[in-house]
């Protein structure tokens, strides 16, 4: 479990027990939310799957849109993952490496399905190399969310599907990817943190044999 969960929960039970000192159903609320917020910040662990050039959802939840985008001129493959409230809100990194850049941009609280929600909105951009490829992920703040968490820094040495950070309270993630790569999602996919494949890297793609 994250330890937010514990603070918040702990939090919520002092006020239930103020409460429930004058009245005591009244402190039925704060000990729901609290068991609320040790469900929302749950941590499960992740099989992680081993395999030359696999590129790991960096979150849970559903694929909203594959598409192909512009970074600075050049196409790139853009795969976006919808986080609701119900989903794990731990983030981990699509692929081992190291951490190259980190940049935070302040933006709106827009709803995270919309089209302009990845450029427009908060959101923490992460660019990762290793494994003979660069990918960059985004946390893309949303409606509910409020406050974007990244562990890491410039320099770090990640594996593929180790924790990173969080985003707290529904939002996006979105992975831009080589446009070489081999996707292997599609919209309407579900897909976990860390243990979904959704691309491989056009150069650990096995030929098929000759005929």
């Known amino acids: 479990m994250v330890k937010d969960g ?11 027990a103020v409460l429930g000192y004058f009245i005591w159903w ?6 729901l939310l609290a068991c609320f917020f040790l469900w929302f910040f749950r941590d499960p662990d992740r099989n992680i799957p081993s395999g030359n050039g696999l590129i790991v959802s960096p979150a849970d939840g559903k694929v909203t849109d594959v598409s192909t985008v512009q970074l600075n001129g050049q196409p790139r ?3 976006s993952v919808f986080l609701n409230v119900f989903n794990v ?15 935070y941009q ?4 827009g709803n995270a399905m919309g089209a302009m929600s990845s450029a427009d909105n908060e959101q923490n951009i992460v660019t990762v190399e290793g494994e003979g490829q660069t990918v960059i992920f985004k946390q893309i703040a949303g409606l509910l969310a409020r406050r974007i968490v990244f562990d890491k820094k410039v320099g770090d040495t990640i594996t593929r599907g180790e924790r990173i950070g969080l985003i707290k309270f529904g939002s996006r993630v979105d992975v831009i990817l080589e446009p ?10 579900h897909v976990a943190g860390g243990s979904s494949i ?10 098929g044999p000759r005929t």
């Open 198 to 207: 959704i691309a491989q890297s056009a150069s650990s793609v096995q030929p």
């Open 6 to 16: 514990i603070y918040y929960a702990l939090g919520l039970l002092i006020a239930a």
């Open 180 to 189: 070489s790569v081999q996707v292997l999602v599609k919209v309407g996919d």
């Open 77 to 79: 493959t853009r795969i």
């Open 26 to 31: 009244l402190a039925i609320i704060p000990v």
């Open 89 to 103: 809100h731990v983030n981990r990194t699509p692929i081992g490496g190291v951490v190259k850049q980190v940049q």
């Open 106 to 109: 302040k933006g709106k609280f």
